[in-house]
C-alpha cells in the first residue's frame, strides 16, 4: 500500500504517540547507551533549517549537547544564574526595564511584553495605566505563585522590587514608544 505524503505509519509493536516521550528519561538507558545529560531528559523532534544545523556543529558536534549549551548560556541554568532583569540606559540618566520571558506577566491584563532581542522583553502598558497597578498585579502573581517556576518567580520578585523601589524614589516614568503596524495595507 504507497504512503501518502505527511502520514506516518506505526508498526502494531510501536507504542502510540500520546505514550512516546511523555516521561522524562532518568538513569541508564535500558539498551546499555550511557545517558547523555545527568538530570530527567525526554526525546523530542524538531525540524531546524540547514544554516541553524550548521551552527550548532559549530558549537557541539552533538546537536542535543550544542542546543543544552546555547540554552543554558542565553536563559541560565537555574534562578539565580541569569540576571532575571536589567536596566539598559537609552538616554543619559534614563533605563528600560529588560526582563526574561515570564509566562505568568502575560496574564496581567494591558501589559504586554515585546521581545526585542533573544530572550529579553521591554514591557508595555496602555498610556492610561498607572505603575502602582503594575506592581499591585506583581503581588497579586507572587500571592498566587503556585504555578510558577523558580526562574518565573526570580522574575517576577525582582520586577516587583524594582518598581517599588523606583515608585519610593520618584525615579519611574512612562514614554511613549512609537509602533509600526506591519500588517497594514499601503495606502493608495
Known amino acids: 500500500m504507497p504512503l501518502k505524503r505527511g502520514k506516518s505509519v506505526r508498526a502494531p509493536s510501536d507504542p502510540p504517540p500520546a505514550a512516546r516521550g511523555a516521561a522524562p528519561l532518568t538513569g541508564r538507558n535500558p539498551g546499555g547507551r550511557p545517558p547523555k545529560f545527568a538530570e530527567a531528559r525526554r526525546p523530542v523532534t524538531v525540524t531546524l533549517p540547514e544554516r541553524t544545523l550548521a551552527q550548532l ?21 537555574d534562578a539565580q544564574s541569569a540576571n532575571p532583569l536589567e536596566l539598559v540606559e537609552v538616554l543619559p540618566g534614563r533605563a528600560v526595564i529588560l526582563i526574561q520571558p515570564c509566562a505568568p506577566l ?23 495605566t498607572p505603575l502602582e497597578a503594575l506592581e499591585v498585579a506583581l503581588m497579586d502573581l507572587l500571592a498566587d505563585a503556585q504555578d510558577c517556576s523558580a526562574r518565573e518567580l526570580a522574575v517576577i520578585q525582582a520586577l516587583r522590587d524594582l518598581l517599588g523601589e523606583q515608585r519610593r524614589r520618584q525615579g519611574m516614568a512612562k514614554s511613549t514608544l512609537l509602533f509600526v503596524n506591519t500588517q497594514a495595507k499601503p495606502a493608495n
Open 57 to 77: 556543529a559549530e558549537i557541539d558536534a552533538d546537536r542535543a549537547r550544542a542546543i543544552v549549551r546555547i540554552t543554558d548560556a542565553v536563559v541560565g541554568t
Open 106 to 128: 502575560r496574564r496581567i491584563p494591558g501589559l504586554h511584553l515585546v521581545e526585542v532581542s533573544p530572550v529579553r522583553y521591554l514591557l508595555a502598558l496602555p498610556p492610561a
